[in-house]
């Protein structure tokens, strides 16, 4: 939402409450539009994280989906709790028996394939700590 249109529904809420023409913002040359412009500012530089919605749909979700700044720990209770996913696209040419609607197996030529891994970064954390150690041994 512009500033723009936000003065025009703050103007719109005040005139709802019965502000009068001589009270602020009606009282100043602007209407009060370049006093919430300022605390708009202020407000966006003390909390940006709340302010971001103000912008348009997708810079929201970019900011939903890195965070600002803020570090979030994650401790795993579960295995598979924290997890990496990897993807590669191969493109290589080669079939896959499907079982078609009358129940006969029929080889499907197929030109890509994906293959995605997940790795259990708690497994994988523990595994390079297991080697730090041996190391660390081997050299003592």
Known sequence: MSVRTLHTKFLNECRRLGI???DFPFSSKD?????????????SKNHPQKTIF???KNTAQKF????????????PIVPYHIVQIDGHKIDMLYT????NELGEIVDMITTRMWLIAVINEELL???LYQRMKIIHRRMC
């Open 54 to 56: 103000r912008e348009n």
């Open 31 to 43: 209407n009060g539009y370049y006093t919430l412009n300022n605390y708009l500012k202020v407000l």
């Open 125 to 127: 954390l523990g595994i």
């Open 64 to 75: 939903l989906s890195t965070g600002f700044g803020e570090s979030n720990p994650l401790f």
């Open 96 to 99: 896959v028996e499907v079982e």
């Open 20 to 22: 009068q023409d001589y």
